[in-house]
């Protein structure tokens, strides 16, 4: 049997339709120092609620940067939504962009702004230059307008623009 990846307590599990090995697949491409991990296959039990083929993937267990996620072939019942979205902090500019290109690669155009995106899988994801958030918890107030202000301008976050915005 094999190992799980950690043994971290809280897990996201991610419900796709019958992609999921494609997702992870995606994710792994993105995300350095990733891997995946066990892979769980439905039965012949079961086929009159999940609909899937017996021997088609039901779970494959991923880790992107450390964080262990789950994802789940489990039809078309449920979609993703913005209600829900994984952050990815950044250092650079650079990062950002890396991140904001390989993310929104066939993505939903209409679901960016303001450093928010949905990857082509329908996933949500902010890509946000960690300096934000000190700025946005600067105690002045009139710093923090100008910065809020130039982030609802922005899909993708531009960390020069908002580093000028907040007079650094």
Known sequence: MEKRLTQ??????LWFNKNAEEAVDFYLGIFKNSQKGRIARYGKEGFEFHGMPEG?????????DGQ?????????HFQFNEAISF???CKTQEEVDY????????GDVKAQ?????????????????????????????????????????????????LREAYGK
Not at 99 to 106: I, P, S
């Open 87 to 89: 952050v990815v902090n």
């Open 113 to 161: 702004m303001c450093g928010w995106l949905k990857d082509k899988f329908g996933v949500s994801w902010q890509v946000v230059p960690e300096e934000l958030t000190d700025m946005l918890q600067d105690p002045d107030a009139a710093k923090v307008a100008k910065v809020s202000n130039a982030v609802f301008q922005m899909k993708k976050l531009d960390l020069p623009k």
């Open 68 to 76: 262990e996620f789950i994802a789940l072939n489990g039809g078309p």
């Open 8 to 13: 971290q307590r809280i897990s996201s599990n």
């Open 99 to 106: 991140y904001w290109e390989k993310l929104t690669e066939g």
């Open 56 to 64: 088609s993937v039901m779970t494959i267990e991923f880790a992107l």
